[in-house]
């Protein structure tokens, strides 16, 4: 198959992210076998359904690393209490033939684990039109509208955005990464036409963005109503709703930044299935928090949130005491482990640290208060307010970290401790946490670097 | 002599600053002689003038340690390029027995010294009213205002206030210090009616304050012509001017805290008669430049200009490199030796340098540039824009320093260096300049630390 206005690298980038056949054909296979379980249950209950397959599978835009697949089935004449409340028992029942893992994310659903595949199933109202109710009621219709709107020739346009968007970060629309869905990667295709022209005007956008791909929005209205997205992508299916609600100014720029630098050189690098790193010729001092905890019981969105909190917290901490915080990060396996870090120009200081002081306008007890206690730590003197110095209380950063954690072991749990790496020794790290170290601190990607 | 409202402190002040009988005796003796001589030879020119003593001499106000005094030549008849090119000849013929310098400031003047006394006679032109020209004629009238207002009781208060501004570090109007003016302390001894009135009010100011003594000022029309003063005096004597426009913010500031310590605890050390030092606890490090000069080739004013810019520009260029300045002060003896000194929390730094690079809303060149030079150095990551870090290229202050010098020679002299002063170790530097650095940066002022 050959496609228009495409390159040499982005052919040899779709050889290796598009499915197999064989890839495919399992997937299907694994599609019937569900449906037919599904079928044949809840017909036997009297319920009034339909089965389709959702997502990218159904789309055809799916990566070949992806092993998974959403079927949803719509039962029709019930009402969202009894999809929120009573539904999985009868889908549960269908499958007990299969290993299931009830989940629930803004609904409830169920993960079929098959042969490495995840299916996910989910019960939802069938609708003649995208409900205004849950967000799930509108995934058949992005469904359909993508599948109306996709060739092979465009479906592999947006397998090469998708891609693009996982290689630089930028993928994902979760709480803790902010950026760009799937959904996201095929609607911006669909609007400037194709993976090139996508790059060619995401280079192009500024700190405010609309995007219409059926021309049908409201520019001001979703402006008043979305006051804090940078990026507003009208959905095709609802057109008061921002598809690209969940962007963040960061990941919006640093889809800018990575779009200019691919234009200006065009490199395998910046797709996910190449995505490298390249070591940093200095490495700094890091603080990392390392613990212990059943993260597995919880939501893995909280946990991320939690570690995202704490990891700026400290860094925070470490600022207040006079450290040079460079990057701040955070990791979880979603299983028992979990760690934020924090790397430093330095992790001792030296010397003296200096006070702010009240000014002359202030009140005379805060101006003696002040000056006492200068006086017996250290010294004084008079710029346009009072200023103080004193020997430093904590000279170094590991020593923040403890002192930190003892205050905050709520917010991560109790069994946890402070860890300083220097020179890039990560001997006393557990083996999991080592390549999100190696990644995070002593690396950059290789397509920020292959300049 | 007893007057109303006085504290101990402020007698016990006024015994040890007042003139002595035998002082004021001797003043006035030279006094006699050098009008005498004035008005003998003078009047052999045929020139019509009128001879008046002014300044604090003349108006009661004189402290101990001052043995000066102002005499006026009041020329009738003459024009003012006459009194600006023609009037020093006279005076030197009719001063050729007493020993005399020439000077200039806004307008020429002769300085006798006599046996420890210093005489300035100024020419200026007879006027029935204050002159609109140089400020020179402007002096007689400020002396016959104070001198109606002030009896024995009011002088001594103003001596108060004097030693107060003195005594704090904010007494002279010159350019390097921005400070009150002994003209200033009398008008705001008639205008609040005594010493402790005066450091009453003056605790009560804020950022803008507006002292009327014979309320006749427009205020609004003042508040527009001196836009940058945060201290507005109305002039008695010229209404339209604001004869507070010497003062800086920082003064009045200065002047506004150590009201407010004085008034929560009186003491001698706020008087510069007993101006005492106190120790810090702690001795921060100091880089000092020491230079040698012909400096007494120039007006002080200049001199002590330059070494306020240059010590500015040190502190800041220090900060750039990453130190903390605590404090910058300069010093010269008007004579030869002249120093510039940063107190700094650490003269030495360890550790990476953080660099702020371009966001992504630059162009690709700007973005690339930072990329690969960063990459080249030290290290690189993605924020909110692009961040670098690389191992720091000056540690030492005193390489800073050297560095600066170098670069920074025409501004001092052509014979300065650089010395690195640890834990108060002062053997390195030239005698005169040890006081100076002990007390700028070893030391607070006791009214200070007297609480």
């Known amino acids: ?75 029709k004449g019930v009402d969202e209490r009894w999809v929120l409340s009573e539904s999985l028992g009868p889908l549960r029942e269908a499958l007990q033939g299969f290993p299931v893992i009830s989940k629930f994310s803004e609904h409830p659903y169920l993960t079929v684990s098959l042969m490495g595949m995840e299916i996910d199933v989910v019960p939802a109202i069938y609708a003649e039109r995208p409900s205004t109710g849950l967000g799930v009621g509108r995934t058949p219709f992005h469904t359909r509208y993508v599948r ?13 955005l998708k891609s693009f968007l996982k290689g630089i970060g930028a993928y994902g629309a979760e709480t803790h990464v902010r950026g ?11 609007a400037y036409g194709s993976f090139r022209a996508a790059v060619k005007a995401m280079s192009e956008w500024t700190r405010r ?21 940078p990026l507003i992508v009208v959905d095709p299916v609802d057109p008061m709703r921002n598809a690209a609600a969940a962007v963040s100014e960061d990941k919006l720029a640093l889809a800018v930044l990575a779009s200019k630098l691919y234009l200006h050189r065009p490199s395998l690098s910046f797709f996910h299935a190449f995505a490298d790193r390249v070591e940093l010729r200095q490495r700094p001092p890091v603080i990392v928090i390392v613990c212990n905890g059943k993260y597995y019981e919880e939501p893995p969105e909280g946990v991320w949130g939690r570690l995202s909190r704490a990891s700026r917290m400290l860094a925070k901490e470490l600022e207040a005491w006079g450290f040079t915080p460079l990057k701040a990060s955070y990791f979880t396996d979603e299983g028992s482990l979990a760690a934020i870090g924090v790397s430093l120009a330095s992790d001792r200081l030296e010397g003296l640290e200096v006070l702010r002081g009240p000014d002359a306008w202030t009140d005379v007890e805060n101006i003696r208060a002040f000056i006492g206690k200068r006086l017996e730590e250290g010294g ?10 004193r020997g430093r209380r904590l000279t170094e950063a590991g020593s923040v970290a403890r002192s930190w954690l003892a205050a905050h072991s709520k917010l991560l749990g109790d069994t946890c401790r402070a860890v300083s790496i220097s020179g890039g020794d990560l001997s006393g790290i557990p083996g999991p946490l080592r390549e999100w170290l190696w990644k995070e601190f002593y690396t950059v990607p290789s397509w920020l670097a292959g300049l």
Chains 1, 2 share one sequence.
């Open 1 to 75: 198959m050959s496609c228009p206005g495409r390159g040499p690298i982005e052919e040899r980038v779709l050889e290796a992210i598009r499915p197999t056949e064989i890839q495919l054909r399992l997937l299907s296979r694994a599609y019937d076998l569900i449906r037919r379980a599904l079928e044949r249950s809840l017909a036997a209950h009297g319920l009034d359904f339909v089965i389709e397959p959702e997502g990218s599978f159904a789309k055809g835009t799916l990566l070949r690393d992806r092993w998974e697949m959403d079927v949803f089935v719509l039962f």
């Open 148 to 160: 109306s709107k996709l060739d092979n020739c465009m479906a592999d346009e947006v397998r090469l």
């Open 180 to 190: 760009f869905s799937g959904y996201m990667a095929e609607l911006l295709t669909i």
């Open 209 to 229: 963005v609309f995007v219409d791909p059926e021309r049908i929005g409201n520019r001001e209205e979703l402006e008043r109503r979305y006051p804090e997205s």
């Open 380 to 389: 004084l003197w008079i710029g346009d307010r009072l200023y103080g110095f």
